[in-house]
């Protein structure tokens, strides 16, 4: 259960014009409520929003705010196309950082309140 509630609204057109489309939880493929996006509002939470379907391509951090443009703000030359919901984490993390790639023996674990 996600103890916070989690709102982006997509729009078709630039400055929150044209069809709209409500979520509140991940959507690997918005090509089915929407033709395109251009605009969005972060009603609450972050999301991670992506330029292809399934989670894939270009990946963009949004936090509570309005983008009436988020293409021109973000630098993006192409639509939203799926978006997932990030859950907050409160709490220690862990981390576990590896010498060398698929190295799986010699690490350095480290807690840190401070990541």
């Known amino acids: 259960m996600i103890p916070f509630y989690f709102q982006i609204v997509f729009y078709e057109d630039r400055n929150f014009q044209g069809r709209s489309y409500e979520c509140s939880s991940d959507c690997s493929d918005m090509g089915s409520y929407l033709s395109r996006c251009h605009s969005c509002r972060v009603e609450s939470g972050c999301w991670m929003l992506y330029n292809r379907n399934n989670y894939m391509g270009n990946q963009y951090f949004m936090r509570r705010g309005e983008y009436p443009d988020y293409m021109q703000h973000l630098g993006m030359s192409d639509c939203i196309k ?24 010699r690490s350095d674990a480290r807690d840190d309140e401070r990541l």
């Open 82 to 105: 799926s978006c997932r919901m990030i859950a907050m984490h409160r709490g220690n993390y862990r981390m576990r950082i590896y010498e060398r790639e698929r190295e799986l023996r």
